[in-house]
């Protein structure tokens, strides 16, 4: 099995076929559940031994949101809605307006 640790020994990711980058060979024991309760840094490499890490703490996931060009985008969305909202008041008082003077020139 190759292994990359950290500067704090802690198991970051690992191969059992192949190798990687920056990796170190590693021969002894891997406990029960290794494979399937791997995190990065979940565990270390002490003393040639594979052990949990008492330190870790899942990581917290990422906050999703609007990006800052999704609100300037929906910002100008709101203005043009708005703006179309005046025009077509601006335009209904007008053509009422024609239809007055139409209506008085009968």
Known sequence: ?????????????????????????????????FEDNFQPAFYLLRNNEITVNPDYVSPKPPVVGPGNLDKAIAQLTLQTAQQKAQQDKLNAQVLLEIAQLKGGNN
């Open 1 to 33: 099995m190759k292994l990359v640790i950290n500067d704090k020994q802690e198991i970051i990711s690992y191969v059992s076929i192949g190798d990687m980058t920056g990796s170190i060979e590693f021969k002894g024991a891997v406990p029960a559940g």
